[in-house]
């Protein structure tokens, strides 16, 4: 027998067409097979009793297997409970009222909500109730619980429907609880030796980073107890040690960790002491990497307490360090960053930190330095000017003006100064002195000096065609000395004097004393190579560098250009009076020059007392705004031949 009741028989020769006895689907098949004949009953089979249980229905459990399994959820050791779509604990085992330490019978009829805190939090809350309405298949949770006798242990809880009624509305649910602390102490050690630094002890850059970001987090509620977080404030003092790497090359490794751990220990000190100052917000000292350290203070209480807490750690870490006998002193530079937390990056914050590092150290180190904004405005027009100077020079956009150097003795004209300018599509007309210091930096100033060299040389070529009739003009380059050790000066200047056809003896080039003085091997080769072609070299800003005379008498220098602030004590017409010490500095320089056969440019005569006095001291020509600011060539070319330049 199937098992399976299949209703009477139609019996033998039942003409087709004719109703067949029901089946169940179980043993429904396309094709119904012929009704067998009725089994006659045994003689000795016993009748069914009627006070007997009937048995279970087909699939479902046995009253026996109903006892099994109870029997089971009792002994199970894995805590278990049963509760209703209430909530209610309809029955417990005893390894759940082992681990919430109260009796089974106690347990029956309370809230499974409130035994295993899952309402502490909505989102855990609402998962919950979810399952209990039948609307999610599984929840799973970790909680931390508190038994009674005063320990408290983490539980991993899970609820899962049980067979009721319906599936959309499942009658009870499954609860189960498993004892995870021994798993949780042993992440909370993995991630705690994954977080901290083993040198040290102090949290790592992974673990500064989460509480930099928690910081400035903004909270989905704001608690009314709690000041406004739209108010509050953070702050960062970013060190790095003067000169550790030093110590580690030669003490080694071993001593450079010892040190470093005796600084983390006094950071630590300096934040305790500081948090009790200031008591508030929390202190997070961290190293960064290598001796890279940060101190994280949220809630500050201003720009103030951060100084300070530079200054103590300055001072702490200025005291001798006794390691294993030997007495070390190290010094710190430290960028301190202060401001509100309300629109502040992590990533923002440490760029300011770090910008804030590098003028401390570029200030002279041992010290500490607050983050400027106009400074740092400063920073990123240079760092923008840098990223964009190589494609301007492509794109066309520098220009040449040019500042006519005039004889002394008669006022005449006799060449110019090309002076570079750059037409910024974002910042305007900027001067020299806003870029060439970049270009020499990142090595631009070859490929900008080439073309400098080239578009002067084909304008002094073009005024020599144009005015025949007339003297030719010299042209006057500044070239940097980046130029004559990073290229071929001496070839790029005979090419492009072959290219312009401009006669060598009407090309100056102009290099600063700084640049020139000291000049030895590949630059001072170039400079005689360029003097022997017939191009004069003339020492820029003279008076204000090394002022080293055997160098000058060993050079092939033709020109020297006394330095502006020598002829600003000639002044007369603002009512200062004229510097003495400046007139006979300047006496004695031109006087100097003569005798080697040089000749001499006053730079910045602004006036007509100063041209005169220069005039009788014997300068040989001038340049300055008394005869004319840096101009397009149009107008040099209408001061070619024409009557003398006022002076």
């Known amino acids: 027998m199937s098992g399976t009741s299949e209703g009477p028989s139609a019996p033998a020769g039942t003409a087709p067409g004719a109703p067949s006895a029901p089946v169940t689907e179980r043993h429904a098949t396309a094709v119904d097979p012929p009704p067998a004949a009725p089994e006659p009953p045994a003689p000795d089979r016993e009748a069914p009793d009627p006070a007997a249980p009937a048995p279970a229905p087909y699939g479902g459990p046995t009253a026996a297997e109903l006892r099994d399994y109870r029997a089971a959820f009792n002994a199970a050791t894995l805590p278990m409970g049963v509760v209703d779509g209430r909530g209610h604990v309809v029955r417990a085992n005893e390894a759940l009222g082992g681990l919430l330490g109260a009796p089974v019978a106690v347990l029956a009829g309370r809230q499974a909500c409130e035994l295993l805190?899952?309402?502490?939090?909505?989102?855990?809350?609402?998962?919950?109730?979810?399952?209990l309405l039948g609307r999610r298949s599984r929840f799973r949770c970790t909680r931390r619980l508190k038994h009674p006798d005063g320990h408290s242990l983490w539980a991993e809880i899970t609820v899962v429907p049980m067979t009721g009624a319906s599936a959309s509305e499942p009658a009870r649910v499954l609860l189960t609880v498993a004892d995870v602390s021994d798993r949780r102490e042993l992440q909370e050690r993995l991630r705690h030796l994954q977080m901290h630094d083993p040198v040290t002890r102090l949290p790592n850059r992974t673990l500064f980073f989460e509480r930099l970001a928690s910081a400035l987090e903004i909270p989905p509620y704001q608690d009314d107890s709690l000041p406004p977080r739209q108010h509050a404030r953070i702050g960062l003092c970013y060190l790095d040690l003067d000169g550790f790497k030093a110590i580690n090359d030669t003490l080694g490794h071993r001593t450079g960790d010892r040190l470093l751990a005796a600084v983390a220990a006094r950071l630590t000190d300096c934040a305790e002491s500081d948090a009790s100052r200031n008591p508030g917000g929390s202190r997070l000292v961290a190293r960064l990497g290598g001796d890279e350290f940060a101190i994280l203070v949220e809630d500050s209480a201003g720009t103030r307490e951060l100084t300070e807490l530079a200054r103590s750690v300055l001072a702490a870490l200025q005291q001798p360090f006794d390691l294993a006998g030997q007495r070390l002193s190290v010094s710190a530079s430290i960028g301190v960053v202060e401001r509100a937390a309300a629109g502040t990056s992590p990533t923002g914050l440490m760029q300011a930190a770090d910008t804030t590092l590098y003028w401390a150290k570029a200030d002279g180190k041992a010290r500490w330095t607050l983050f400027d904004p106009e400074r740092n405005a400063h920073r990123m027009t240079r760092?923008?000017?840098?990223?964009?100077?190589?494609?301007?020079?492509?794109?066309?956009?520098?220009?040449?003006?040019?500042?006519?150097?005039?004889?002394?003795?008669?006022?005449?004209?006799?060449?110019?100064?090309?002076?570079?300018?750059?037409?910024?599509?974002?910042?305007?007309?900027?001067?020299?002195?806003?870029?060439?210091?970049?270009?020499?930096?990142?090595?631009?100033?070859?490929?900008?000096?080439?073309?400098?060299?080239?578009?002067?040389?084909?304008?002094?070529?073009?005024?020599?065609?144009?005015?025949?009739?007339?003297?030719?003009?010299?042209?006057?380059?500044?070239?940097?000395?980046?130029?004559?050790?990073?290229?071929?000066?001496?070839?790029?200047?005979?090419?492009?004097?072959?290219?312009?056809?401009?006669a060598p003896a009407l090309l100056q080039l102009e290099l600063t004393e700084s640049a020139v003085m000291g000049s030895g091997g590949r630059p001072l080769r170039a400079l005689q190579a360029l003097s022997d072609m017939g191009v004069r070299i003339a020492i820029d800003d003279f008076g204000t560098g090394y002022s080293n005379l055997a160098y000058l008498s060993r050079l092939p220098v033709s020109v020297l250009k006394l330095d502006g602030a020598f002829v600003k004590g000639f002044r007369y017409e603002d009512g200062t009076h004229p510097s003495p010490a400046d007139e006979t500095i300047v006496e004695a320089m031109v006087q100097l020059a003569h005798r080697l056969g040089l000749t001499v440019t006053a730079e910045c005569v602004e006036t007509a007392g100063q041209a005169e006095r220069l005039r009788r001291i014997g300068c040989d020509t001038g340049q300055g705004w008394l005869y004319s600011r840096a101009v397009a060539p149009e107008q040099i070319a209408g001061l070619i031949g024409s009557r003398p330049l006022e002076g």
């Open 383 to 502: 760092q923008s000017l840098s990223s964009t100077l190589r494609p301007a020079v492509e794109r066309g956009e520098f220009t040449l003006e040019y500042q006519p150097l005039v004889g002394m003795a008669d006022g005449v004209l006799r060449g110019v100064e090309a002076l570079v300018r750059w037409n910024h599509p974002q910042f305007g007309v900027l001067p020299p002195n806003r870029f060439v210091q970049i270009a020499e930096e990142d090595g631009s100033i070859v490929q900008l000096g080439r073309w400098v060299l080239r578009t002067a040389c084909r304008q002094a070529r073009r005024w020599q065609l144009d005015h025949p009739d007339e003297p030719p003009l010299f042209i006057s380059v500044n070239v940097a000395v980046r130029q004559v050790w990073d290229s071929d000066l001496v070839a790029d200047v005979a090419q492009i004097l072959a290219e312009t056809a401009l």
């Open 117 to 131: 805190d899952l309402a502490s939090d909505d989102r855990t809350w609402h998962a919950y109730r979810e399952v």
